[in-house]
C-alpha cells in the first residue's frame, strides 16, 4: 500500500490488533505527508519508505531506479486530503 497524505495517521496502526479490531495483512510501502508528527507515527509502526510531499517522492522515484521498482504495481493506493490540525501527543 502507499499512502499519500496520512489523514488522521490511522493507517499506521492497520497491522497491529486494536481493542476488537484485527490486524490487516498488508505492507505500507511508502508515504507522503509534511506533518511531522504523522511521519513519526508511521515510521513507529511500519518499515515504508517516507516523504515529506509528492515531489519528494517523485524526485526520489527518478533517481533511483531501484525505488522506483519497489514502489511499482502497489494493491492500494490510499489517498486522503483533510484539513486538519494535528495536536499535541
Given at each position: 500500500m502507499i499512502l499519500n497524505c496520512h489523514g488522521l495517521g490511522t493507517e499506521a496502526l492497520f497491522t497491529k490488533k486494536i481493542g476488537d479490531l484485527e490486524p490487516l495483512d498488508i505492507k505500507i510501502i511508502a508515504c507522503c505527508d509534511k506533518d511531522p508528527k504523522l511521519r513519526r507515527l508511521l515510521k513507529k509502526h511500519s518499515t515504508a519508505?517516507?516523504?515529506?510531499?509528492?515531489?519528494?517522492?517523485?524526485?526520489?522515484?527518478?533517481?533511483?531506479?531501484?525505488?522506483?521498482?519497489?514502489?511499482?504495481?502497489?494493491d492500494i493506493l490510499f489517498t486522503t486530503a483533510l484539513p486538519r490540525q494535528v495536536g499535541s501527543a
Open positions: 519508505k517516507s516523504f515529506g510531499d509528492m515531489r519528494d517522492l517523485v524526485n526520489a522515484v527518478l533517481q533511483d531506479p531501484n525505488l522506483k521498482e519497489h514502489l511499482m504495481s502497489p
